[in-house]
T-cell receptor, first 113, second 114 residues
């Protein structure tokens, strides 16, 4: 089982729609969580961190459910410019005391006019 | 702010040739990473480093080597290039003094092996 799993999509949604992505993680010792955005042929960039109490940044809301070991990203009022791949990222301490960063394979979003 | 800088941006190699992908960061980050990303696929970790002089293998290290002689630089060496190494290579760095810090990526190196 992969340590971080995401539905690859693609999610095709009309402009103005609300869309939600989920990501599950397998290691209960995971400590910090992020959503990254990757545009086509570009490098990944941080979209937002995910906090235990949930957090919002404009049209974007991130939630963490530690009991069920998943994080979610909700995008309201989708824009054409939201079309991208969204990567779920999980950090934890690995063997030897070093930090391990695990990227999901990403969920592709296509917003349609 | 330079952040993470990768060179070259593009390269075509012939089978059997060798090359070094350069990566440098100016944020004094202790952790650095090399990923490859094949078309339509996710990131795969090749090697990582937790500080100068310390490197370790990721999930796909075969055919690659790294070194970390300084905090700033983390070059990736390809020996005897093969078509299977055609990919986009991303270098990243992050501050490992805390667990909840983000990773910063370079713009990538697009490598084609023919």
């Amino acid at each position: 089982r992969k340590e971080v799993e995401q539905d690859p999509g693609p999610f095709n949604v009309p402009e103005g729609a609300t869309v939600a992505f989920n990501c599950t993680y397998s290691n209960s010792a995971s400590q910090s969580f992020f959503w990254y955005r990757q545009d086509c042929r570009k490098e990944p960039k941080l979209l937002m961190s995910v906090y235990s109490s949930g957090n919002e940044d404009g049209r974007f809301t991130a939630q963490l459910n530690r009991a069920s070991q998943y994080i979610s990203l909700l995008i309201r009022d989708s824009k054409l410019s939201d079309s991208a791949t969204y990567l779920c990222v999980v950090n934890r301490l690995g063997s030897g005391g070093y930090q391990k960063v695990t990227f999901g394979t990403g969920t592709k979003l296509q917003v349609i006019p | 702010n330079a952040g993470v800088t990768q060179t070259p941006k593009f390269r075509i190699l012939k089978i059997g040739q060798s090359m070094t992908l350069q990566c440098t960061q100016d944020m004094n980050h202790n952790y650095m990473y090399w990923y490859r990303q094949d078309p339509g696929m996710g990131l795969k970790l090749i090697y990582y480093s937790v500080g100068a002089g310390i490197t370790d293998k990721g999930e796909v290290p075969n055919g690659y080597n790294v070194s970390r002689s300084t905090t700033e630089d983390f070059p990736l060496r390809l020996e005897l290039a093969a078509p299977s190494q055609t990919s986009v290579y991303f270098c990243a760095s992050r501050d490992g003094t805390a667990i909840n810090t983000e990773a910063f990526f370079g713009q990538g190196t697009r490598l084609t092996v023919v």
